[in-house]
């Protein structure tokens, strides 16, 4: 990892990232609200911010300062790899001003010819980008830091078929992971709290990405709709 990348990386370690995304049907979804939740996590002490879309990352780019993880997600027919699956979609992020690129990086099947190795080298060597590697397993957190990824995140755990009878936070993978790989551990996907949120730093995490907790408003007062009508019924 090169000096630069390590000066950026550093400034994520110990710290709360906060992710500000909204369902694309939603108001939430707005460039100017997506912003708006980005300067609010900021100002309240947030280290960094991860954003889907070229879109929201522009408009996230000119009203921060703090690390921009971006990615972009994207369905490519006859492939689950979906997290800026590919380089043109890393270096569309790039372009609108994202810091670090975040990638799948589990084991899936790829689409095109790009191999995870050369799609991580690329980003690094030809658009100056740290990347971090979403991973659902321990195998897959150990291929992407063979493969140089600079930061590894527990972000798929629970979201693929090889994991979709585990319910995130994927605390026992952090841990794994922590253990096993010398790469920066970012815990993400379903902390839900604070509490959570200081769990996961005791078992090792670099840092901790909260997403729908915080900026979810979509999800969370559905859940809660939900929750009240089943005590009606």
């Not at 002490?45 to 929201?56: S, Y």
């Not at 740290?130 to 527990?154: C, E, F, Q």
């Not at 798929?156 to 920066?184: E, K, S, W």
């Not at 090792?204 to 900026?215: D, F, K, L, P, S």
């Amino acid at each position: 990892m090169s000096a630069a990348f390590i000066n950026l990386v550093q400034r994520l370690q110990n710290g709360l990232i906060v992710s500000c995304q909204a369902p694309v049907d939603s108001p939430m979804h707005h460039p100017v609200v997506i912003a708006a939740m980005a300067q609010a996590s900021i100002n309240q002490g947030a280290v960094a911010i991860r954003l889907d879309t070229p879109a929201h990352v522009q408009a996230v780019s000119g009203q921060i300062t703090a690390p921009i993880i971006g990615l972009w997600k994207q369905q490519i027919p006859e492939f689950d790899v979906y997290i800026t699956p590919q380089f043109h979609h890393a270096l569309a992020i790039a372009q609108a001003g994202a810091d670090i690129i975040a990638i799948d990086a589990t084991l899936r099947d790829r689409p095109g010819s790009e191999t995870l190795e050369s799609l991580i080298a690329r980003i690094q060597t030809e658009l100056g980008k740290p990347v971090m590697a979403d991973v659902d397993t321990l195998d897959a957190a150990i291929a992407a830091s063979r493969a140089g990824a600079d930061l590894i995140g527990t972000t798929l755990y629970g979201y693929t078929a090889a994991t979709q009878h585990q319910t995130p936070p994927g605390f026992d993978l952090l841990a794994q992971m922590v253990a096993a790989i010398d790469n920066p551990i970012i815990c993400e996907g379903g902390i839900a709290s604070p509490n959570m949120a200081r769990q996961a730093m005791t078992l090792g995490a670099y840092a901790v990405v909260v997403g729908t907790a915080i900026t979810g408003v979509d999800l969370q007062v559905k859940a809660y709709n939900v929750a009240l009508q089943t005590a009606l019924s």
